[in-house]
C-alpha cells in the first residue's frame, strides 16, 4: 500500500466537463488535449529498406519510439529498434541495413479508437515489450499513443506519488571491454530499456547502439555487434529530488531525448512511470 491517511491515486481534470475524473472511467479525449491526440503516426512504405528505417527512427526520437509501415493507406505492421536489434542479432552485418523492412516489421499491434478507455491501453503498453498504439481518427487517417503520451498524461495528473515511491530495480551494468552484443544480451536478459556503465551513472540503450551502428553501414565488418563498447557514446540522466513529483517527473522526461531521471538511490525511466500510470 502507497500510504496509510489516503490511497495516492490519479486524478485528471476532464476536458470536456472539467470535473475531478481517475483513469478508469475516461478515455483519451477526456484527459489529453486535441493536439497532444492527434500527432500522425511516422510512417513508412513495405517496400523501404532497414537502412531507412534506423534513418528515420533516429531523426523522430524525440516524439515517438515507432514507425507504422503503412500499405494502401492502411497500417500492416510497426518498426521500432527492438526489431532492428532482434534483426541485427540474427544477420550482424552491414548487409541487414539493405533488407526489405517487412522482414522484421511486427504484425501484431494494435488500432484504438478516440473513445476507448485509458486504463484499458495503458493496462496493456505495461505488459508489452514494445509500448505504442495506434489511435484511428477516421478510416485513412491515423494518430500515435507511444510512451511519450503517456507521460504527456502523467504530466497532467493530480497526485501525492513522488519520486520516492518508484521501486529501486536491478539494472544490468557493462564495461568498455564488453562488446555491443553483450550489452544488448544484458538489457535483453534483464527486460530493462539501459544498461549502466560500471562505476557511473552514464547509460546506452537500444537507441544509442543502433545509432552508432548505422554509421557502419557500408563497412566490411563481418560482426557489427562485436564492435567495443567503448565505442559508444553515453548520457547521464538528469539528477532530480524525492520531493519531486510524478507530473514534475514527467514534465522533465518530456524534454529529453531519452526519458530517464536519477535520485540518489535509483533510476526512474519512462517505463517505470507507465507502470505507475497501470498501477493506479
Given at each position: 500500500m502507497l500510504g496509510k491517511s489516503k490511497p495516492k491515486s490519479l486524478v485528471f481534470q476532464s476536458l470536456l466537463n472539467g470535473e475531478d475524473i481517475t483513469l478508469d472511467v475516461c478515455s483519451f479525449e477526456e484527459v489529453l488535449p486535441y493536439s497532444l491526440l492527434s500527432i500522425p503516426v511516422s510512417t513508412i512504405t513495405p517496400h523501404d529498406n532497414v537502412w531507412?528505417?534506423?534513418?528515420?527512427?533516429s531523426r523522430i526520437a524525440d516524439v515517438t519510439n515507432n514507425l507504422v509501415v503503412v500499405e494502401d493507406e492502411f497500417p500492416i505492421g510497426t518498426i521500432s529498434t527492438l526489431e532492428i536489434i532482434e534483426g541485427l542479432q540474427k544477420n550482424p552485418t552491414s548487409s541487414f541495413f539493405s533488407e526489405n523492412i517487412t522482414k522484421i516489421m511486427n504484425p501484431d499491434f494494435y488500432i484504438d479508437s478516440r473513445t476507448v478507455n485509458i486504463s484499458a491501453i495503458l493496462d496493456r503498453m505495461g505488459k508489452s515489450k514494445n509500448p505504442f498504439s495506434i489511435i484511428q481518427?477516421?478510416?485513412?487517417?491515423f494518430s500515435q499513443f507511444s510512451v511519450?503520451?503517456?507521460l504527456e498524461i502523467g504530466a497532467l495528473c493530480k497526485t501525492?506519488?513522488?519520486a520516492s515511491s518508484f521501486a529501486q530495480k536491478r539494472?544490468?551494468?557493462f564495461s568498455r571491454d564488453n562488446t555491443?552484443?553483450?550489452i544488448v544480451e544484458k538489457i535483453r536478459k534483464e527486460q530493462t530499456e539501459f544498461a549502466l556503465l560500471e562505476d557511473e551513472f552514464t547509460f546506452v540503450n537500444y537507441d544509442m547502439i543502433l545509432e552508432k551502428l548505422k554509421e557502419l553501414n557500408n563497412t566490411q565488418s563481418e560482426d557489427l555487434l562485436n564492435l567495443s563498447a567503448s565505442t559508444l557514446k553515453t548520457i547521464t540522466p538528469m539528477l532530480i529530488s524525492d520531493k519531486l513529483s510524478l507530473?514534475?517527473?514527467c514534465r522533465i522526461m518530456l524534454n529529453v531525448k531519452h526519458p530517464c531521471v536519477m535520485t540518489q538511490d535509483k533510476i526512474i525511466t519512462a517505463r517505470d512511470v507507465l507502470e505507475v500510470l497501470c498501477r493506479e
Open positions: 531507412i528505417a534506423s534513418s528515420m527512427l481518427n477516421d478510416k485513412t487517417s511519450r503520451q503517456a501525492d506519488i513522488g539494472i544490468p551494468r555491443i552484443s553483450d507530473a514534475e517527473i
